[in-house]
């Protein structure tokens, strides 16, 4: 009995305004301030403060910061989330934006295609600064402006229509969209594959032929084993030079940083400056067993 | 003896090994199991080294892992196999089938040991580079291959060509490191594919079939793991260390706060494995996949973006950064960005599946970070490349170009800019004031000189005002009369604080040596290109990097017999270094005399009035040799040896050393007596056959560098100037800091030139070093005419104190055998006692006939391995004769062990078709044997052998005209080189002794010896006595 009496009396003073502890929910980037560093981010968070809903937002930001958001999806013309808020049951939330028309797409991408720069920052996973121009140009917005462009609904009991839940997911989306601004245009109906495709003049028909990532072009057909004695045994030798220029790269983790910091990370330590370290110690590590260092291990 | 064999398989390492059929396995003998019909099961192989040797191995080694039961497993190996007789990896294990009939594969059942995949990587680290892992432990051509694929994974670590990822392995999720290669790497990683011996592939789960498993597959997953391994190796303390106490108590709580901390952990932990929720994972992996997929894009992809540096046709100002793809598989493949943008062509080779609009767009954009440039570029459709200045090419070329190369594009610069010595550049030149030369013998390089800097470009000498008017230049790339000019602003400020500061040093002759050579930066950092100097120094300098002569000595006075030619160029060069108190290396080739040139050095010191004593080291074997050396060449100078259990020490060895000219002692008790040896002054310390000191670390090379001498002499028959990893701790040794302390070394050259495969750092390390080491080699033109087409050379062994105690219990019994014996039975005692002292200078094993253990027992043996040791560094082939097959035998068991290498063996059951098999093999074969072992009664006629070039005769017979005859095998028409016939005679043994009695009388020898060993039984009791009693030299440690 004495369980239920903590809990009902936790319950009772959390109801307020502290939510339940969340484990593994999606934690904001950002720990003060603004959410996303890019304008579109910020572009996209005044979307959500030209609502004027008062103190939701700053606790929007601090359920984002600390973790209530339990998933996000987003599909073509709207996202679905769930976050975790002062009930057991998670709430979920709802975002209906209105998508373009293809011939709008195909306006876009004419303009968009005059210039490469849309095109390759687009493909890096950045949004050109420019873009709004371009919508405009077209006639059209990236982001929603009238209120029938953007419809949000919450399974909580806030009669405010957009509640702390809706923020908190709209601050996340700030910096999901940062990571991958294909998800502004997904959610206004168009998606990355075929933008792309768009954008390069290839037709409708080789956009089904898009390429596939491939992890590693491995040729998995089978190779039987020769009967040549001295092939079999000896095999072949190398060429005195078959390794070429091994080096310790100036630039630690390169790679990772080619491809920016990961998407929605949560993680206590910051991405990037433990994949520098790790590079670092690989480098020093690896360039040992090259030059077939026996006690490699002792001196790391 | 075992050949051991090595497979993967999902991520397990499996150790296999072959192994003779029978301990004795004598030539002629066949495999036992002879299969009439192939059975359906698979049969043990006969070769099948077992679970026992195997262990052995390991543990020999020091691995750290215990075989137990259930390491060991029995496995399928799909071999070679004609006649259903296996066909044996090397001769070493079992002769080939003679049969016709081609090859087939069928499966054997081999005893398998396996271990976990970390244990076989530290195995393969101790196999890098090795024939051998130790007398008899072969390295299989499947085990040399996991090796290189090791150091691949090694490249691939230290390049930085892989990511986080996370695997599913059997329903577990598990955080893995997975390497992502650039295209040129993958068209690397498959042509490595290419060269995987079948062997490696040949271990099957399953009896049924061959294995099938392409080798790309095996090879990737291989490197995919033990880069994962690598990687994982590196974090684990780190990460221990940095967890806060409070996820410290999170953690034994089974909690992380999200899966992205979780990773990261797995990331580094032992195993990788990550628990949880699986829709969390998912989410992760999603993410991940999302985040991987531009790369993943581009190593799809058979192209890379490359940028080509175009320059100005007429030196103006326009430069031209041009895009374009080159293909991985033929970097000269190129096709202009322009090229791409226009058409929807399908380039050449490229999958259909390849969008090179697409690609080239994302790598440009991926470019665009690095370089502002390629962004602004990018506002045009169809960007083709951008235009620069000569203070952006400037840029480019100093900065951007690596940065892009290093994130994996292609760069191409103009050749004038990569190739050396095209380009001008500040440089610092030193003009010494040469002080007035008292007397040549008063000048030392402690000397201290005075010297001014001067600054130029190119060749072209600045002043302090140029200078400052350069440093104002806007352009960095200037061309002037045809040739870019490099101007860095930052440089050349430095340049003018420092001139600033000390337009006038002064420092010793030595530090100012190392600037001439090239060992250290100028004035501001920047490179010393040339040091002026005139009157003596100027010489000096000249004659250090061999642009003038120097001077050449006349033979001393008092030598014995007569130095040819390059012996006396080599001479007076050890004589001129030791002048300036400069070490010397000198690295001529077996058999050129680099001992008589030291000797002779050592003559002319002591006829100029030298009475302080040389030190000389040797390893044990050659001792002797030394000795018998001087006392033939240099007989006036007084030789002591010390050496042995009753050598003196302390003060009686001073006083004793000092009477003396050479002292001669061993690498061993260089370490052991140091403290004895470093009390007293020495004129020079000589270490013979230096590659012994060439591990810094071992003791004998640290008590070598603590010796007090006047000039330092390294020699050594192996080429050291192309062991970069061994050069430093020699030369250190003979001119400590020359080439920076050990950890300098290694960046400055070590790496560079082993990993990065540096040309410029290679030549650095050559103008450096070069004046300190002489190698000629037998084959260069100026020595061959000085050698004569056949050299015959005494070496003189020691006994072990096996061999001494053994030779003295036989002599002791002969003369009492003797006392009581006459007529017929005292002439048997004789020869008897004859071939039992033979026996016991060979070897005790042959002595007592008991197949107990080879290494170590012999000083004549330890000597052959180490000539044999110095002929396989060169590739030199060689027949060695022996009277008894049963010592070729043991000969025959121990180089095949120590050098992993089949040897052949002729002797008298040897039947006619091996024979004329092992003759043709000998000739012909490309990769044969290199040593050749014949009894002398069998193969001391008739054969043609000329591919050696060395003969040894490990025993002597007693008969001029007949080792003559054997020697002829390799030295008669056919014969292109030099031959060396090396006689080998055990020191104060009855074989010296016999061998003087034959120099004496030389012309008689023939008609009194005869072609037999009688005439020996008519000596008299008192001469026999004589002539078997055991000098004391005789012994060595």
């Known amino acids: 009995m004495g369980y239920w009496r903590d809990d009902y009396f936790l319950w009772g003073r959390r109801r307020s305004s502290v939510p339940r502890e969340a484990k593994g929910g999606i934690k904001a980037q950002s720990k003060h301030g603004t959410f996303g560093e890019s304008w579109w981010a910020k572009r996209w968070i005044a979307v959500l403060e030209s609502f004027n809903i008062g103190a939701r937002l700053g606790r929007g930001r601090s359920y984002a910061r600390r973790g209530q958001v339990l998933s996000i999806e987003i599909e073509k013309g709207e996202v679905l989330a769930k976050v975790q808020g002062s009930r057991p049951k998670p709430y979920h939330i709802k975002l209906e934006i209105k998508t373009l028309s293809v011939s709008d797409w195909r306006k876009l991408a004419k303009i968009l295609s005059g210039q490469a720069i849309f095109s390759a920052k687009l493909l890096m996973g950045e949004m050109p600064l420019d873009i709004e121009k371009v919508f405009r140009e077209a006639g059209l917005s990236l982001f929603p402006e009238k209120p029938k462009d953007l419809k949000t609904a919450c399974s909580c009991p806030d009669w405010s229509n957009p509640c702390k839940h809706i923020a908190a997911v709209y601050y996340l989306l700030a910096e999901e969209f940062e990571r991958d601004p294909f998800l502004i245009f997904k959610l206004r109906g168009m998606n990355r594959e075929d933008l792309i495709h768009m954008l390069s003049g290839t037709d409708k028909k080789t956009i089904r032929k898009q390429v596939k990532p491939k992890q590693k072009t491995l040729p998995n057909e089978e190779e039987g084993l020769t009967s040549d004695i001295s092939k079999f045994w000896n095999g072949e030798s190398l060429p005195d030079d078959f390794f070429g220029e091994v080096r310790i790269p100036s630039i630690a983790a390169a790679l990772p940083k080619r491809l920016g910091s990961f998407p929605f990370w949560r993680g206590e330590e910051k991405f990037l400056d433990v994949m520098e370290l790790i590079y670092a110690k690989a480098s020093s590590v690896g360039l040992k067993v090259f030059l077939g260092e026996q006690m490699w291990k002792e001196q790391i | ?1037």
């Not at chain 2, 350069?470 to 604080?497: H, N, S, T, Y």
């Open chain 2, 1 to 1037: 003896m075992i050949i051991l064999h090595a497979t993967f398989l999902e991520r397990v390492f499996s150790l296999w090994g072959e192994k003779p059929d029978e301990p004795e396995v004598s030539a002629a003998k066949k495999p036992k199991n002879k299969l009439k019909h192939r059975q359906a099961k698979p049969v043990s192989l006969c070769y099948d080294a077992g679970a026992e040797k195997l262990s052995l191995v390991l543990k020999e080694i020091g691995l750290g892992f215990k075989v137990t039961a259930k390491s060991i497993r029995p496995m399928v190996a799909w071999l070679p196999t004609i006649d259903n007789q296996p066909v044996p990896s090397s001769r070493l294990i079992g002769e080939f089938p003679e049969s016709t009939t081609q090859a087939t594969l069928a499966p054997w059942k081999v005893t398998v040991v396996q271990f976990p995949f970390e244990k076989g990587i530290e195995f393969l680290c101790r196999c890098i580079g090795k024939q051998t892992l130790g007398p008899g432990m072969i390295v299989g051509k499947d085990l040399s291959f996991w090796t290189m694929a090791l150091r691949f994974a090694g490249a691939v670590a230290t390049k930085g060509q892989f990511l986080p990822d996370i695997n599913d392995l059997h329903g577990i999720p598990q955080a893995r490191w997975r390497s992502f290669l650039s295209g040129l790497e993958s068209e690397r990683l498959s042509n490595l594919a290419k060269l995987i011996p079948a062997v490696a592939r040949a271990l099957s789960l399953k009896d049924a079939s061959s294995p099938t498993v392409s080798s790309i597959t095996l090879l990737s997953e291989f490197i995919d793991s033990a880069v994962d391994y690598l990687i994982r190796s590196t974090g684990r303390d780190d990460f221990e260390h940095a967890l806060t106490a409070k996820r410290r108590s999170l953690k034994a709580m089974d909690g992380f706060y999200s899966s992205h901390d979780q990773w990261l952990h797995a990331l580094r932990s032992h195993d990788g494995r990550m628990e949880g929720k699986s829709a969390e994972l998912d989410q992760l992996t999603n993410h991940l996949k999302n985040w991987i997929r531009p790369i993943s894009v581009s190593a799809a992809s058979p192209f890379r973006l490359c940028f080509r540096v175009e320059e100005p046709d007429d030196g103006n100002d326009k430069w031209y950064v041009r895009y374009l793809l080159q293909a991985n598989h033929d970097p000269s493949l190129l096709i202009p960005a322009e090229r791409v943008w226009k058409g929807r062509e399908i380039l050449p080779l490229a999958n259909k599946n390849f969008n090179s609009h697409e690609y080239l767009l994302l790598s440009l954009g991926q470019a665009s970070g690095i370089c502002p440039h390629i962004e602004a570029s990018l506002r045009t459709p169809g960007p083709s490349g951008y235009r620069l200045d000569a203070k952006g090419a400037y840029e480019f070329l100093t900065q951007k170009a690596s940065t892009l190369e290093q994130s994996g594009f292609g760069v191409m610069l103009p050749a004038w800019w990569t190739r050396k010595g095209t380009k001008l550049r500040l440089n610092a030149r030193a003009h010494v004031k040469t002080p007035e030369m008292q007397s040549r013998s008063g000048l030392s390089l402690d000397q201290i000189v005075q010297f001014d800097w001067e600054v130029a470009l190119g060749s072209e000498k600045l002043s302090f005002e140029e200078l400052q008017k350069l440093a104002k230049f806007k352009a960095p790339l200037v061309k002037v009369r045809g040739q870019w000019v490099l101007l860095d602003a930052e440089e050349i400020q430095a340049v003018i604080q420092s001139w600033k500061k000390k337009a006038m040093e002064q420092t010793t002759l030595r530090e100012v040596v190392r600037m001439a050579l090239g060992g250290e930066k100028g004035l501001g950092n920047i490179p010393v290109e040339g040091i002026s100097a005139s009157g003596w120094i100027a010489n000096l300098f000249k004659e250090l990097e061999g642009k003038s002569p120097f001077q050449e000595l006349p033979q001393p006075r008092a030598f014995q017999g007569t130095l040819r030619p390059y012996q006396r160029r080599g001479y007076s060069w050890l004589s001129f270094l030791r002048q300036w108190g400069l070490g010397a290396c000198l690295a001529d080739d077996m058999g050129l005399g680099k001992t008589i040139q030291a000797l002779a050095l050592i003559q002319k010191d002591w006829e100029s009035g030298e009475r302080r004593p040389v030190l000389l080291i040797c390893p044990t074997s050659v001792v002797n040799n030394w000795q018998k050396e001087a006392s033939r060449f240099t007989p006036e100078i007084p030789v002591m040896v010390h050496h042995g259990i009753e050598r003196t020490k302390g003060e009686a060895f001073t006083a004793e050393a000092k009477e003396h000219a050479i002292i001669i002692s061993s690498y061993a008790l260089l370490n052991r007596d140091v403290e004895t040896f470093k009390d007293l002054q020495w004129a020079g310390v000589i270490l013979d056959e230096a590659q012994n000191i060439k591990n810094p670390e071992t003791k004998q090379a640290r008590a070598a560098r603590v010796i007090q001498a006047g000039y330092r002499i390294a020699l050594t028959g192996t080429p050291v100037e192309n062991n970069v990893g061994d050069l430093w701790s020699i030369m250190e040794f003979l001119n400590a800091g020359l080439l920076g302390t050990q950890t300098e070394f290694k960046n400055r050259f070590f790496i560079p030139i082993q990993a990065a495969r540096d040309p410029e750092a290679s030549e650095r390390l050559k103008r450096l070093t070069g004046p300190f080491i002489l190698r000629r080699l037998k084959t260069d033109k100026t020595i061959i005419n000085d050698l004569p087409e056949k050299m015959e050379m005494k070496v003189f062994c020691t006994l072990t104190k096996e061999q001494a105690s053994l030779y003295e219990a036989v002599v002791k019994e002969t003369m009492e055998a003797l006392d009581e014996t006459e007529g017929i039975q005292r002439k048997g005692v004789v020869l008897a006692t004859l071939l039992k002292l033979k026996q016991v200078c060979n070897h005790p094993a042959h002595f007592l006939g008991d197949h107990s253990p080879i290494p170590s027992r012999s000083g004549k043996l330890t000597r052959l391995t180490e000539m044999a040791e110095e002929m396989v560094e060169v590739g030199d082939h060689a027949l060695i004769f022996t009277q008894f097959s049963e010592m070729g035998a043991i000969l025959q068991k121990h180089l095949q062990e120590i050098f992993g290498r089949e040897v052949l063996f002729l002797h008298g059951g040897t039947p006619k078709k091996h024979r004329d098999q092992m003759v043709e093999r000998f000739q012909a074969q490309e990769d044969a044997p290199f040593l050749f072992i014949l009894s002398l009664k069998a193969g001391g006629t008739g054969l043609n052998l000329t591919r050696a070039n060395h003969v040894f005769h490990f025993d002597r017979w007693w008969n001029p005209a007949v080792e003559n005859q054997a020697t002829d095998r390799a030295f008669r028409i056919g014969q292109k080189k030099k031959v060396e016939v090396h006689k080998f005679i055990c020191a104060g043994t009855l074989e010296e002794k016999i061998d003087e009695m034959i120099e004496r009388k030389k012309e008689v020898a023939e008609r009194v010896i005869g072609t037999g060993e009688a005439w020996l039984t008519e000596l008299s009791t008192a001469e026999l006595k004589n002539l078997f009693s055991l000098r004391k030299e005789a012994i060595g440690d």
